[in-house]
């Protein structure tokens, strides 16, 4: 095995690496924030997050499904919508994106030489 192999080998069972991503990509921090307070339909999902499209959304929204952290329901009867919502190891991801919140406001504020607020 060469070295670049072994370099791709060891990040693909580094449980970093893995975390990291998962929770990859423009949107889908703020698809977690949108559906830790509850189910959304696509279109509410879309429309409270300005700039995403439907092709973005749809695929970040699959990909996390994929990954068991986001639930689809699809209704019986036709016409009635599709609810996403956050798995119960979805939600284990809460505590990781506060503290990442965290350090995004303490490092803005180191960039921006403003005080950090937190809250």
């Known amino acids: 095995m060469n070295k670049t192999a072994q370099g791709y080998a060891e990040r ?7 975390a990291i991503q998962v929770i990859e990509g423009r949107w889908k921090p703020m698809i977690f924030q949108r559906l830790a307070g509850g189910a959304l339909g696509f279109g509410e999902l879309q429309r409270s997050m300005a700039g995403v499209t439907t092709k973005v959304l749809r695929q970040q929204l699959r ?3 994929a990954e068991g952290l986001v639930s689809r329901s699809a209704p019986a009867k036709p016409g009635l919508r599709v609810l996403f919502e956050l798995t ?7 505590p990781v994106f506060e ?4 350090w995004g406001v303490m490092h ?4 921006s030489g403003q005080p950090a607020n937190v809250n």
């Open 88 to 94: 119960p190891h979805g939600k284990t991801l809460g």
């Open 108 to 111: 803005l504020s180191r960039c």
């Open 12 to 18: 693909n069972r580094c449980p970093l690496y893995t």
């Open 63 to 65: 990909q996390l499904e």
């Open 99 to 102: 503290c990442l919140w965290t």
